[in-house]
């Protein structure tokens, strides 16, 4: 089974700082990893995604996160923030396979500040 | 592009009611999920399909029923809705095989039991 932690239920900056979003997984499996954003009363759009290979990934918005197996960690970042990006951020695991169903963390909401 | 597509968008039931939640996907993608969306809570995943007849239990599927007649639909039955079961829904779909990795969500639908 799967699990995942965000440790930050709350995030707030002011604009053109820098963030962090961090997630935290649990597996016995490999698993491909995700994030995925939510902006007010809409659903999911996937921000960024690893699957194998550069532990760096980038995403959509300039966004970009890096994959570290050692301590199990996938954490999003952006150098420079928007009143845009506020929005609900969801990090996610799945097991490697077609069978596995994504998991995801409680979610961190990140509010960007004039 | 129509995506994944869910009705109604929203919706208030009184307690022991019943409704269906529908879902259709026009990507012609093999896994269809429902989950279920509270505040700080993440998503939690409700039911699954990996196929036209083939539906399976999530982590929650108290309270609820599926079905999965065709590729395109996969809707959500609440019978004898509680207020437990106020939240908001998603249904998202995914294809088959190693490129598929990513899932697409609706748009949602907030339900409200009184």
């Known amino acids: 089974a799967q699990s995942v932690t965000q440790l930050d239920s709350q995030v707030p900056v002011f604009e053109e700082a820098p963030v962090e979003l961090r997630c935290n997984y649990s597996s016995s499996v490999s698993v491909y990893l995700f994030w995925y954003v939510q902006y007010p009363n809409q659903g999911l759009q996937l921000l960024l995604k690893?699957?194998?290979?550069?532990?760096l990934v980038k995403g959509i918005n300039g966004f970009e996160a890096e994959f570290n197996k050692s301590q199990t960690s996938f954490h999003l970042r952006k150098p420079s923030v928007h009143i845009s990006d506020t929005a609900e951020y969801f990090c996610a695991v799945r097991a490697r396979g077609s069978q596995g169903n994504l998991i995801f963390g409680k979610g961190t909401k990140l509010s960007v500040k004039p | 592009n129509a995506g994944v597509t869910q009705t109604p968008k929203f919706r208030i039931l009184k307690i022991g009611q019943s409704m269906t939640l529908q879902c259709t996907q026009d990507m012609n993608h093999n896994y269809m999920y429902w989950y279920r969306q509270d505040p700080g809570m993440g998503l939690k995943l409700i039911y699954y399909s990996v196929g036209a007849g083939i539906t399976d239990k999530g982590e929650v599927p108290n309270g609820y029923n599926v079905s999965r007649s065709t590729t395109e639909d996969f809707p959500l039955r609440l019978e004898l809705a509680a207020p437990s079961q106020t939240s908001v829904y998603f249904c998202?779909?995914?294809?088959?095989?190693?490129?598929?990795?990513?899932?697409?969500f609706g748009q949602g639908t907030r339900l409200t039991v009184v």
């Open positions: 690893y699957l194998s290979g550069s532990t």
């Open positions: 998202a779909s995914r294809g088959q095989g190693p490129t598929n990795t990513e899932a697409f």
